[in-house]
């Protein structure tokens, strides 16, 4: 059992850069693979990025790759997302979800393979 808390959405102008932070409340935060989901108004909930418990593996979207880094600080049990060069098609709510895993390698990118997401935070981009 795991609670999210995102922080770090905003308004930016093309091209600037934000971090998200996702702050888990869990016992052993390295016990859960996590990603990033981001659902536009009128759209379906997408996958952004997704890291496995330990850290090492992770995987981004065609749409986000060389701008966006999913990484992990299992020490201080918070997820990131470094946004780079944003682009007003990166509007949108971003969520982070949590799984629970048996073994520390797994990388997910679907929704229904995350039981945990939390509030979800506002990111919006202006050109």
């Known amino acids: 059992q795991v609670q999210l808390v995102e922080s770090g959405g905003g308004l930016v102008q093309a091209g600037e850069s934000l971090r998200l932070s996702c702050t888990a409340h869990a016992r052993t935060f390295s016990r859960y693979a996590m990603g990033w989901f981001r659902q536009a108004q009128g759209k379906e909930r997408e996958f952004v990025a997704a890291?496995?418990?330990?850290?090492?593996?992770?995987a981004h979207a065609d749409s986000v790759k060389g701008r966006f880094t999913i990484s992990r600080d299992n020490a201080n049990h918070t997820l990131y997302l470094q946004m780079n060069t944003l682009k007003p098609e990166d509007t949108a709510v971003y969520y982070c979800?949590?799984?629970?895993?048996?073994?520390?390698?797994?990388?997910?990118?679907?929704?229904?393979?995350?039981?945990?997401w939390g509030q979800g935070t506002q990111i919006t981009v202006s050109s």
């Open positions: 890291v496995s418990g330990s850290g090492v593996n992770t």
């Open positions: 979800a949590a799984r629970t895993v048996n073994y520390y390698s797994g990388v997910y990118t679907r929704v229904p393979s995350y039981g945990y």
